[in-house]
């Protein structure tokens, strides 16, 4: 089943990518999939319960995360895509932003960056898009995962990541690299306030304009643990909440840990989105 038929499907329901961290230290299942054949069982069990896509990280990009070595995230991630490309039926992505762990994994199978830095942290990313013709996420983040929360500020969020998206479509247009397989990812927490996260939610329906299916990822994040006063094991309802309004409004494609129910959620703010 290839990437291109699934995202040509995507008119018939938006589809969900299931987080596989391979980490030690992700903000909310960090550790607990870093054994390969363990990522493995949970890959299968996220396609079982309607994963469309699995997204593989082996750097956490949790609030002040330190970077991790290039030869530490290779250790981590490239036997689970290679095991992953060949046994499951449903696309693997990489969630990188080092050129070369996206071009290791791309060798071995997969089909997708998941681009945090919207291609701007490694200057050589943009020549992997160029050779490979992957279907690429690009993110808004402002700073780094290291200091992006410290004091993030916006006078107009949304007019604002309209503005980078204009600017990184037009980067990879002017490389060649047509907006086709391109997916914008507002990026929901990465140097967001509580209110800036709220307003993206609503407002998922002014990014649709550029033509790219848009993605959001607020799985089990501090902005709803603010909001409702949870902690993070215990930020699924919010979660869904936070998935169906983003479907409701426009979006293709939610990143999140809790495939099953979010599965669920999806495809009941999907045929409500639709209804007449």
């Known amino acids: 089943m290839g990437m291109q038929r699934q995202l040509q499907g995507l008119g018939k329901r938006p589809l969900v990518m299931g987080i596989l961290n391979v980490t030690p230290d992700s903000f909310s299942d960090g550790g607990m999939y870093i054994e390969k054949e363990r990522a493995i069982e949970h890959a299968r069990e996220m396609v079982a319960q309607g994963a469309d896509i699995i997204d593989v990280g082996g750097e956490s990009t949790r609030p002040g995360a330190q970077p991790v070595p290039l030869e530490e995230e290779v250790n981590r991630v490239m036997p689970v895509i290679e095991a992953l490309s060949r046994e499951l039926d449903v696309p693997i992505s990489v969630d990188t932003y080092k ?65 980078f998206f204009e600017e990184r479509l037009g980067y990879l247009e002017s490389h060649g690299i047509s907006r086709e397989k391109v997916i914008l990812d507002p990026g929901i927490g990465f140097g967001k306030r509580v209110e800036d996260n709220l307003a993206i939610l609503k407002n998922i329906d002014k990014f649709l304009h550029f033509g790219c299916p848009i993605m959001v990822g607020p799985s089990r994040k501090s902005f709803i643990g603010n909001v409702l006063n949870l902690p993070v094991e215990e930020r699924l309802e919010g979660t869904l909440a936070a998935v169906s309004i983003a479907v409701f409004q426009g979006a293709q494609i939610v990143r999140v840990h809790d495939v099953q129910p979010a599965r669920r959620a999806v495809d009941l703010a999907w045929a409500i989105r639709r209804a007449v």
């Not at 160029?130 to 690009?138: I, N, T």
């Open 99 to 163: 050129a070369a762990v996206a071009e290791m994994a791309l060798e071995r199978g997969a089909v997708m960056i998941n681009d945090i830095s919207g291609l701007r942290f490694s200057p050589h990313m943009i020549d992997v898009v160029a050779r490979y013709k992957p279907w690429v996420v690009v993110m808004h983040m402002k700073g780094t995962p290291r200091d992006m929360q410290k004091a993030p500020s916006y006078e107009d969020v949304i007019g604002e990541i309209e503005g």
